[in-house]
């Protein structure tokens, strides 16, 4: 082989390896809330195995950019979930679940066929059934606070969540850690308080109501 050739194939093997990943083109806020605590003791996780965290929901919040050539920029998409069994490590322990989506109002045809696809792409598995797909009005505020704990969310008369950061009154038996890892890839995750995860709607043959729970998850997305 001659020494030129060599060369050559280095240079290509340096760009290959310094080669910058393709940029995100959409991002936003995500909220995540489940009907069992995520940042608690084994104790209590151990407690709620297999009874109760069969329901989720997921908010992603588009702050710009765009899905398949779509800009999405300003427009949410919800997830309500429902599982056979407790939720916790997706990765490891994948749950398949049946999902009602909840659509932006304010975004075109176009545009609500586009964040479909996105939450059923950003779900994975937990997604692998949607059995409804419904249009709302969604005011989705998340993180905004010092602690980036807080959020509220509402979609009409369907869902409303409302988190806040953690304080000493969160701490019960004194071993918490976040004992669940959040259920789609995010990034900056942290654990809040949902003080009121609701949903209200149809389609999943259930009502649900979580009061006081260590059950959130806020962070970020793209992609």
């Known amino acids: 082989m001659k020494p030129t050739f060599i060369i050559g194939l280095i240079a ?8 910058t990943p393709p940029a995100a083109t959409i991002r936003g806020d995500y909220l995540e809330v489940r009907s069992c605590d995520v940042y608690t003791g084994p104790c209590f996780a151990n407690g709620e195995m297999g009874l109760t965290g069969k329901e989720c929901i997921l908010i992603w919040s588009v702050r710009d950019g765009n899905w398949q050539g779509i800009e999405l920029g300003g427009l949410s998409v919800i997830a309500v979930v429902r599982t056979d069994a407790t939720l916790g490590d997706q990765l490891n322990q994948p749950r398949h679940g049946k999902a009602v989506l909840i659509v932006d109002a304010n975004a075109t045809a ?7 696809d996105l ?19 969604i005011e989705a505020r998340i993180g905004g606070c010092s602690k980036a704990g807080c959020a509220a969310v509402k979609a009409g008369q369907v869902v409303e969540i409302a988190t806040r ?13 976040t004992y669940y890892p959040p259920l789609t890839v995010v990034g900056d995750a942290h654990p809040a308080f949902a003080e009121l995860a609701a949903f209200r709607g149809d389609g999943l043959d259930l009502r649900w109501e979580g009061v006081g729970q260590r059950s959130a998850f806020i962070g970020t997305f793209s992609r």
């Open 165 to 177: 950061c953690f304080d000493s009154r969160d701490h019960v038996c004194g071993n918490e850690e």
């Open 119 to 137: 939450a059923r792409s950003l779900g994975g598995a937990l997604i692998s059934e949607v059995v409804e797909v419904t249009a709302s009005s």
């Open 12 to 19: 290509l093997a340096g760009a290959t390896a310094s080669a």
């Open 110 to 116: 176009e545009q609500q066929r586009a964040l479909t």
